[in-house]
């Protein structure tokens, strides 16, 4: 039973330009709901890989002989694709950010709406976790984690309140974090608040900025010219790096030209604006209130 109901699920398909033959990768199964889609247009030659990092996602896999699911973090692309002896695709997805089911489960420690260990890892394997990060970083690293991945003003302040309150206690639970820092939120963005800690704090959990780098910049030379790259994001910092990569071939959005003053780059922009939910979908589903929509096509010879 699917546990995710996908984001910009027409827009995002439409962006891949599916051929039946064609070979895709969905970087973010999930609740398996972009996945059954490019399925339905796929004809009995095309092939679908599909990377989580997440064992709960499993539940959700069709019975289909074209797909191959790949238990494993989406930086790990390249390696994959060499594994299974695919030279290129024709297309990959990426929904980043979290899936409702894991918000849901307040077991993982997501969400500061119920009592839960601070766990928050994506893949419950791996050796980081939210408890990890708030008792045993130095206050300067936990300061810059906050600044960096939730973009808080008063990160120093919140650093500085988390290291007083841990100096007593260690802190296990998400009420526990979100008592110690309740009186630095705004009145009136309470909510907000305590979400970029959070975000701050899972990013950090999960590597997220770094795997989402090495990742992207994998893709031009797994793609045949043509071919499509659609990635859905829901926060600036990595709505940024997207926005910058499809731009100019790199996350720093350094603009590169050749001799003769011609931009090098290995995309052409399909969406010249970014595409958002419209309100229907927001009323549906409200994760989907923060979701961009990026698509770029592959062009030409040039490799990374």
């Known amino acids: 039973m699917a546990y995710h109901r996908p984001v910009l699920l027409n827009e995002s398909i439409q962006g891949l330009d599916i051929k039946p033959k064609g070979v895709y990768i969905d970087l973010t199964f999930g609740g398996g709901g972009h996945a059954r889609r490019i399925l339905e247009q796929l004809g009995r030659k095309g092939r679908l890989l599909a990377f989580d990092q997440d064992p709960d996602a499993k539940v959700n896999l069709p019975d289909d002989k074209r797909l191959i699911f790949i238990h494993a973090n989406f930086r790990y692309l390249k390696n994959f694709l060499r594994y299974y002896e695919i030279e290129a695709v024709d297309g990959v997805l990426a929904d980043l950010g979290i899936s409702s089911h894991q918000i849901d489960e307040p077991d993982r420690g997501f969400s500061f709406r119920a009592d839960a260990t601070l766990d928050m890892r994506m893949n419950p394997a791996s050796g980081n976790s939210a408890e990890r990060v708030l008792n045993d970083y130095d206050e300067s690293d936990l300061r810059m984690v906050l600044k960096q991945y939730g973009e808080l003003k008063n990160a120093g302040r919140i650093a500085n309140c988390i290291a007083e309150a841990r100096s007593e206690k260690r802190i296990k639970t998400t009420v526990q974090l979100a008592d110690i820092i309740k009186d630095l939120a705004p009145r009136d963005r309470q909510a907000k608040f305590f979400a970029k800690v959070y975000q701050a704090v899972r990013i950090e959990v999960n590597d997220e900025i770094t795997a989402l780098k090495e990742m992207l910049g994998q893709t031009p030379n797994c793609m045949r010219e043509g071919g499509r790259l659609v990635v859905i994001t829901y926060h600036s910092i990595e709505d940024r790096l997207v926005k910058n990569f499809m731009k100019?071939?790199?996350?720093?959005?350094?603009?590169?030209?050749?001799?003769?003053?011609?931009?090098?780059?290995?995309?052409?922009l399909v969406n010249r604006s970014v595409i958002v939910p419209g309100e229907n979908e927001i009323l549906e589903n409200r994760r989907a209130r923060s979701a961009k929509l990026r698509v770029s096509e592959r062009v030409g010879e040039w490799r990374v």
Do not use: I
């Not at 790199?250 to 290995?266: H, Q, S």
């Open 248 to 268: 100019s071939g790199n996350v720093a959005g350094k603009m590169e030209k050749d001799f003769y003053g011609n931009l090098m780059t290995p995309w052409r």
